[in-house]
């Protein structure tokens, strides 16, 4: 038990206790955490009517600016089972009942956090689980996972944390590690099938065979309110997550509000979705964007729903998820100008996989000098694009002065742009990290029987330029808004970047009458 003790004055004990409880149709099967529990076993002579209480140590909260007490709690068995109530004392004589239940629950853990922030002056607060059996030898009743935290230095207290996703409960049967709020005036209830009241509530699950729902009737009307929480989620591993669920609100125009909160820090709740009255006498998905958690590791929700002024007013929920959907593509175009000959003309580009994303050509059926504008959408990441020549002559400027370029329409940068090459012109270049993409050459021929490589890049000071043109060869460095910013002749095969500002330039080499164009990193 701990530091935790037997009342002498009640009649009594609880029992530590692995596995199931002695009695059929009754108690939990096992722990919720752990491998041993507490419970109060109800056989003869235990019942009717007979008390056993078990108290806590004492606890200094003064320190503490937001306290909460979760625990979990099993009471599964006959509808006249009895009452189990956690109370709390700050001289060991008075108690006040914090949280109270009576009757069957159903044959499963659930999970209660309590507010405690009205002991925050409190330098000596007790508790203690108070039960009474009912009349029936089926009303075993247990605790289990006790946990005291301060919920503002913890933020959310994350006794569970999704890391895995698609992330799916449907509440079958179980709440799972959502868990019931301390401080609202009510709980969510797990049910399969219709509510008890009439025109009001679902008539089944909308994915398996049991939901979860609010039950208006008296005495949760009117304006009483009951949350349901997550766990903790850690959204950092996925792009732009969702959360799904399925709701039902149906019943009288003023059966009340229903809400989808968020919280970083376990303190302060931000409302992502509400609905109010009746939405009508069927299920409906909803899904809502969860970008602005993108980044954070440990995100609760919980629904927040508030009766109105009937008990025609029972809201459900289903088939709840979390997801990270597809990463939205980034808008690019691949503007080509064909020289005379457009039927030797084809480009692709692949991805850092090596598989190829988009491809095109030959372009046969183009006019000599026309104009083709392709639209392509790419996910964030590196790509390589490869424009090919069959003849071996480019696309500029032996036979007609064609040339292409590829750019990021929301941002206008060029990403790739060139005409005069041999047989093929391959640039790399990233998306999704601007400035800082790392762009590379590989091998490509300037004329008939050369080569061609540049190194490092990114570049801090000199560049080197592999060749074996016989040829003099000139270069001129861009600027990404087309603006020279030197040129000159290639001498000792090198360029000397450390002038430049850290960014990404474009570099021109000159063969003759051939160009080959490569975008240059400066670190």
Known sequence: LGAWTQNTGDDFDWTVQTGSTASSNTGPSSANEGIYYVYMESSSPNYSTKNAILTSPCFDLTSISNPKLNFDYHMYGTTAMGELNLEASTDGVSWTTLWSKAGDQGNAWISESIDLSAYTTSSALKFRFNGTTGTTWQGDMAVDAINLFDDAVAGPNCTATITSFPYNESYENTLGDWTQDGDDDFDWTLKSGTTASSNT??????????????????????????????????????????????YHMYGAAAMGELNLEASADGVSWTTLWSKTGNQGNAWVSESIDLSAYASNSAVKFRFNGTTGTTWQGDMAIDAL????????????NLSILFDNYPEETSW?????????????????????????????????????????????????????????????????????????????????????????????????????GSSFAMYPNPVEDDLFIEHNSDRELSYQVFDLKGKILFEGRLENSTINFSPLSTGVYIMKIKDGNKTITRRVIKK
């Open 201 to 246: 509530g679902p008539s089944g699950a909308n994915d398996g065979t049991y939901y979860v729902y609010m039950e208006s009737s008296a005495p949760n009307y009117s304006t009483k309110n009951a949350k349901l929480t997550s766990p903790c989620f850690d959204l950092t591993g996925i792009s732009n997550p969702t959360i799904n669920f399925d």
């Open 321 to 332: 998820s979390i997801e990270g959907a597809a990463p939205a593509c980034t808008d690019l």
């Open 348 to 448: 692709e580009i692949t991805n850092s996989s090596s598989v190829v994303v988009a491809n095109g050509g030959s372009y046969g059926s183009q006019t000599s000098g026309s104009t083709l504008n392709i639209p392509i959408c790419l996910n964030d990441g590196c790509y390589t694009l490869t424009f090919s020549d069959t003849y071996g002559d480019g696309i500029c400027c032996a036979y007609g002065n064609g040339n292409y370029s590829l750019t990021n329409n929301s941002s206008g940068v060029v990403l790739s742009q060139g005409g005069s090459f041999a047989s093929i012109d391959v640039t790399t270049f990233c998306i999704g990290s601007g400035t800082n993409s790392q762009f590379t050459s590989q091998s490509d021929a300037i004329s008939e």
